[in-house]
């Protein structure tokens, strides 16, 4: 086995026992992404020196006695998450040179672990994409079908641990872009509830929406990386105060007394590949088979759910995405007159397409006649899918359900229709509209030979629960998608 | 179900963004069909119903007025695009 294709749990192992070293371990990870990411595309930025500079210190740590589960294990970072003298591009024009003066949260959890970070990775513009076509900067590849999408918005994190060019990463999702690649890609995804993880140097995208999660090669490493990252941050006050559990303490043998439900509306969504629904049905039987009881769950307002996110997050975004008027940060644009030409010739310029149309939609939505209609009837739209959530997780611990209706489309298929675009996420935006946690892990494999994922649903800050069914559906069918051919 | 062009222009004004025909024309229909589909937000009863901004309930997050580490002048202007004298330099904004 190359020393790239370890998880974080099995490198851990092997550096405790001074096996291998971190140097080797990060040398190993950065030679395949010199090897294989002019293909694949999935990172902005490679930061070796400096990942070099850390592994080092992460040995003489381990020399010391002086170690934590992440010490010395190769990251990358999605591309929004601030990192101190390293650009952080969001995927934009507009933040293409922007070198943050600080460290998001979660960032410097990840370095007092002694955590190694590789580089940042591609991703849709601000977020705003399914497939990170719609990065301003480069185009990232499935490592499954190269001619195919990785999903999105984190599709270079995805792409990244898919085939092997990092050990785990940290996404965001604001509507699906931590579990969707990750269904995509093959990999494993977690987004926690609203407020378990700081936001805190998170570009804001929906600020009511985001939240930053793992995305791992197993399910192990993603009760890992949730011990670090979760918790209460001063600096997000939408970071809640709730104590944190050991979350791998979750991943024990046996769901017995787990009750599963299962939403019909779901499964009879208009579009849902059949290849889709027969993995994720197949998937169900062997959880039942680990003890857990199945019935079934309906979330009545699922089909409200696409129609009140794209009203609410557009919403959400055209007010946070006002500042970037050329002033403090990011790209202005040369060709002005006055203030006011200054500010839409930047903006026009910085932004590309789809967060121009975001914007408008927005703006749009909260104008002068139209936010009743629109804002505040998404908003109430919002609880009653809200009660949908808790009424199901009255008689249910977790929910099961597709991640995506179909597996990775090809590159260019949905780009130039928006809406088709948007009704692709009809399965993973409840979960950031509720605020609770969601789950992808690899379930099954197309016929076509890209990978299909399980999605698993808790109510708030029951991760760990959500954990361990993943966990108790891994050991039962394995990794079904193993890895991609890179042909290296 | 189109945009109207001006409703798209006088929006953009409102987004400080600027746009040429092809994009007012482009983002007209796709807009169109977005706002179209979300029409069905109409079949939802919403009576009574209470609008949720926030998915989590927190109180006011309060903390003790002390200062703490802050960014210093020349951190906080490091990216921008031109700055003079400690400060960031802006287009004339008033005559």
Same mark, same amino acid.
């Given at each position: 086995?190359?020393?790239?294709?370890?998880?974080?749990?099995?490198?851990?192992?092997?550096?405790?026992?001074?096996?291998?070293?971190?140097? %080797?371990?990060?040398?190993?990870?950065?030679?395949?992404?010199?090897?294989?990411?002019?293909?694949?595309?999935?990172?902005?930025?490679?930061?070796?020196?400096?990942?070099?500079?850390?592994?080092?210190?992460?040995?003489?740590?381990?020399?010391?006695?002086?170690?934590?589960?992440?010490?010395?294990?190769?990251?990358?970072?999605?591309?929004?998450?601030?990192?101190?003298?390293?650009?952080?591009?969001?995927? /934009?024009?507009?933040?293409?040179?922007?070198?943050?003066?600080?460290?998001?949260?979660?960032?410097?959890?990840?370095?007092?672990?002694?955590?190694?970070?590789?580089?940042?990775?591609?991703?849709?513009?601000?977020?705003?994409?399914?497939?990170?076509?719609?990065?301003?900067?480069?185009?990232?590849?499935?490592?499954?079908?190269?001619?195919?999408?990785?999903?999105?918005?984190?599709?270079?994190?995805?792409?990244?641990?898919?085939?092997?060019?990092?050990?785990?990463?940290?996404?965001?999702?604001?509507?699906?872009?931590?579990?969707?690649?990750?269904?995509?890609?093959?990999?494993?995804?977690?987004?926690?509830?609203?407020?378990?993880?700081?936001?805190?140097?998170?570009?804001?995208?929906?600020?009511?929406?985001?939240?930053?999660?793992?995305?791992?090669?197993? @399910?192990?490493?993603?009760?890992?990386?949730?011990?670090?990252?979760?918790?209460?941050?001063?600096?997000?006050?939408?970071?809640?105060? %709730?104590?944190?559990?050991?979350?791998?303490?979750?991943?024990?043998?046996?769901?017995?007394?787990?009750?599963?439900?299962?939403?019909?509306?779901?499964?009879?969504?208009?579009?849902?590949?059949?290849?889709?629904?027969?993995?994720?049905?197949?998937? @169900?039987?062997?959880?039942?088979?680990?003890?857990?009881?199945?019935?079934?769950?309906?979330?009545?307002?699922?089909?409200? @759910?696409?129609?009140?996110?794209?009203?609410?997050?557009?919403?959400?975004?055209?007010?946070?995405?006002?500042?970037?008027?050329?002033?403090?940060?990011?790209?202005?644009?040369?060709?002005?007159?006055?203030?006011?030409?200054?500010?839409?010739?930047?903006?026009?310029?910085?932004?590309?397409?789809?967060?121009?149309?975001?914007?408008?939609?927005?703006?749009?939505?909260?104008?002068?006649?139209?936010?009743?209609?629109?804002?505040?009837?998404?908003?109430?739209?919002?609880?009653?899918?809200?009660?949908?959530?808790?009424?199901?997780?009255?008689?249910?611990?977790?929910?099961?359900?597709?991640?995506?209706?179909?597996?990775?489309?090809?590159?260019?298929?949905?780009?130039?229709?928006?809406?088709?675009?948007?009704?692709?996420?009809?399965?993973?935006?409840?979960?950031?509209?509720?605020?609770?946690?969601?789950?992808?892990?690899?379930?099954?494999?197309?016929?076509?030979?890209?990978?299909?994922?399980?999605?698993?649903?808790?109510?708030?800050?029951?991760?760990?629960?959500?954990?361990?069914?993943?966990?108790?559906?891994?050991?039962?069918?394995?990794?079904?998608?193993?890895?991609?051919?890179?042909?290296? | 179900?189109?945009?109207?062009?001006?409703?798209?222009?006088?929006? *953009?004004?409102?987004?400080?963004?600027?746009?040429?025909?092809?994009?007012? %024309?482009?983002? /007209? %229909?796709?807009?169109?069909?977005?706002?179209?589909?979300?029409?069905?937000?109409?079949?939802?009863?919403?009576?009574?119903?209470?609008?949720?901004?926030?998915?989590?309930?927190?109180?006011?997050?309060?903390?003790?007025?002390?200062?703490?580490?802050?960014?210093?002048?020349?951190?906080?202007?490091?990216? *921008?695009?031109?700055?003079?004298?400690?400060?960031?330099? @802006?287009?004339?904004?008033?005559?």
């Amino acid at each position: 086995m190359k020393l790239y294709e370890l998880g974080i749990g099995e490198a851990h192992g092997l550096l405790k026992k001074k096996e291998i070293s971190s140097r %080797e371990l990060t040398r190993s990870v950065l030679d395949r992404i010199a090897a294989i990411d002019d293909r694949v595309g999935a990172y902005l930025t490679v930061t070796e020196t400096a990942a070099m500079h850390s592994a080092e210190r992460a040995d003489r740590s381990i020399r010391s006695g002086q170690m934590t589960p992440l010490t010395g294990i190769p990251m990358a970072l999605k591309d929004l998450l601030c990192t101190q003298g390293v650009r952080t591009t969001c995927g /934009s024009r507009m933040l293409e040179n922007f070198i943050p003066p600080y460290d998001a949260t979660v960032v410097a959890r990840l370095k007092q672990q002694d955590a190694v970070i590789v580089g940042k990775t591609n991703m849709d513009e601000f977020a705003m994409g399914s497939s990170t076509e719609n990065s301003g900067l480069k185009r990232t590849r499935n490592p499954w079908n190269l001619e195919c999408i990785p999903g999105g918005s984190s599709g270079g994190s995805a792409a990244a641990v898919a085939s092997d060019m990092c050990l785990g990463a940290l996404g965001s999702d604001t509507g699906g872009s931590i579990r969707q690649p990750a269904s995509h890609c093959g990999i494993v995804g977690l987004k926690p509830t609203y407020g378990r993880v700081s936001r805190f140097g998170l570009v804001a995208f929906a600020s009511s929406l985001d939240q930053i999660g793992p995305m791992t090669k197993n @399910v192990a490493d993603s009760a890992v990386l949730m011990n670090c990252i979760s918790g209460h941050d001063p600096k997000d006050s939408t970071s809640v105060p %709730e104590p944190v559990p050991d979350y791998p303490s979750f991943l024990t043998e046996g769901l017995e007394g787990v009750r599963v439900g299962i939403p019909r509306e779901y499964f009879e969504a208009e579009g849902l590949d059949p290849e889709v629904s027969g993995a994720v049905r197949r998937a @169900v039987k062997v959880i039942e088979s680990r003890g857990a009881a199945c019935l079934d769950v309906s979330l009545p307002h699922t089909r409200f @759910v696409v129609a009140a996110y794209y009203i609410i997050a557009p919403s959400e975004a055209s007010s946070n995405l006002a500042r970037y008027d050329g002033v403090k940060y990011g790209y202005r644009a040369g060709d002005h007159q006055d203030y006011l030409e200054m500010y839409r010739s930047t903006r026009s310029k910085g932004f590309g397409p789809e967060v121009q149309r975001r914007i408008i939609l927005g703006t749009y939505a909260l104008s002068a006649g139209y936010y009743d209609a629109y804002y505040r009837k998404a908003s109430q739209v919002r609880t009653l899918i809200m009660e949908d959530f808790k009424a199901a997780f009255g008689t249910c611990d977790v929910i099961l359900a597709p991640v995506a209706p179909t597996p990775a489309f090809a590159i260019g298929e949905k780009i130039d229709d928006p809406l088709t675009m948007y009704l692709s996420d009809i399965f993973t935006l409840s979960a950031n509209l509720a605020g609770i946690p969601g789950m992808s892990v690899p379930c099954g494999v197309s016929s076509s030979g890209l990978p299909i994922g399980l999605q698993v649903l808790g109510n708030h800050f029951n991760e760990g629960i959500l954990l361990k069914v993943a966990y108790n559906f891994e050991q039962a069918a394995g990794h079904p998608p193993g890895r991609p051919e890179m042909g290296v | 179900m189109k945009i109207p062009k001006e409703d798209i222009i006088h929006v *953009a004004g409102l987004a400080r963004l600027e746009m040429d025909d092809a994009a007012v %024309e482009a983002f /007209s %229909e796709q807009l169109g069909k977005v706002l179209e589909y979300v029409e069905t937000l109409n079949r939802a009863d919403t009576q009574g119903v209470a609008p949720t901004t926030h998915a989590i309930f927190l109180n006011n997050a309060f903390r003790e007025d002390i200062q703490g580490e802050h960014l210093d002048r020349e951190s906080a202007l490091s990216n *921008a695009p031109e700055k003079e004298d400690g400060s960031f330099l @802006v287009p004339r904004v008033v005559g």
